[in-house]
Nanobody, 122 residues
Framework: QVQLVESGGGLVQAGGSLRLSCAAS????????MGWFRQAPGKEREFVAS????????YLADSVKGRFTISRDNAENTVYLQMNTLKPEDTAVYYC???????????????WGPGTQVTVSS
């Protein structure tokens, strides 16, 4: 089992940057595919990015390609989401997730953090 805690959210102006971190407990972090999802009020949970167990392969949603980067540090049991050129439509609660299958479908992830709010003002 793994426990996840996100940090780094906040209020930022459009065009700004934020770096989200997700710290994982346990010694099996490197055995999980890690993902970031987001959910805005009244909307479904949306895939943002995922990274393979080794960190060598990443996937990004089309809406964030060229602006966001996902990475992981298995020695530190941490996954990151670097968000640049933020837009008001990026406003959401961002969730970190761990799964043995991974992918862009949220039900393929087994463990979730409580989320961190990101608000982008225009």
């Amino acid at each position: 089992q793994v426990q996840l805690v996100e940090s780094g959210g906040g209020l930022v102006q459009a065009g700004g940057s934020l770096r989200l971190s997700c710290a994982a407990s346990g010694r099996t972090f490197s055995s999980y595919v890690m993902g970031w999802f987001r959910q805005a009020p009244g909307k479904e949970r949306e895939f943002v990015a995922s990274v393979s167990r080794s960190g060598g392969t990443t996937y990004l949603a089309d809406s964030v390609k060229g602006r966001f980067t996902i990475s992981r540090d298995n020695a530190e049991n941490t996954v990151y989401l670097q968000m640049n050129t933020l837009k008001p439509e990026d406003t959401a609660v961002y969730y970190c997730a761990a799964g043995t299958v991974g992918g862009s479908y949220y039900r393929r992830y087994d463990y979730w953090g409580p989320g961190t709010q990101v608000t982008v003002s225009s």
